[in-house]
């Protein structure tokens, strides 16, 4: 695994969790945060921990914010320090800034002025939550980027017989990468494959393909 070099600003519960998880993985940290008592309380979770103003650009030049690989702007309540935040790391040449928007306008804001990713944690939380206790068959879901996702999903009564007759390609638009059975796993499963009760699958599809297979699956 490459180490990466990350900024998080802001360290609050959110930004203090990336920051030191991010570091727990042996990535570089740098955190930086406003706060005083909020710096000191990851000053030895983090590689470095700073007492910095990220709404001000020469501090943020000052640590050299445009040389990490991912910038973390994860200030939550002021709208206001947030943009400029972000502002002022993709204007000093930061490749990769991750923003936290409290809310949809924040969100809207955020990638016009050039966020490379707006997450809304609390929204995306709940949303992840809300799936998976309605389709409790879905263990787990890796979003590819785009319209595209690999989830892994548990065969019912509904989903039995062979990957030929079952002809999830042709129904859902969906694929079929792999099967696992009591820990054993068969990747690229041919057309003969027999899926049965319990087994659990990898499919990979767009989310419109990934929807309707659960539905089905559901009903």
Known sequence: MKTKQ????????FGT????TLY?????????????????????LVTHAAIVDAADERALRAIGAGEFDVVVVAIGTDIQANIMATMNAKSL?????????????????LERIGA?????PEHDMG????????????VDTLDLGGDYAIVEIEANERLKGTLRDLNLTGRFAVQVIAVSRAGKVEVSPRAEHDI??????????????????RRYLGD
Do not use: F, W
């Open 24 to 44: 727990e993985m042996g990535h570089e940290v740098v955190a930086i945060d406003q706060n005083e008592e909020n710096v000191e309380r990851v000053m030895n």
């Open 127 to 138: 949303v992840r939550l809300a799936r998976q206790i309605a389709t409790p068959n879905i």
């Open 93 to 109: 040449g930061a490749p990769y800034v991750v923003s936290k928007a409290v809310d949809e306008m924040a969100r809207r804001v």
């Open 116 to 120: 490379d990713l707006v997450i809304r």
């Open 6 to 13: 990350c900024l998080v600003i802001g360290l609050g519960r």
């Open 196 to 213: 049965r009760s319990h087994d659990k699958l990898v499919v990979v599809g767009t989310s419109h393909s990934l929807d309707e297979l």
């Open 17 to 20: 969790a990336v920051a030191t």
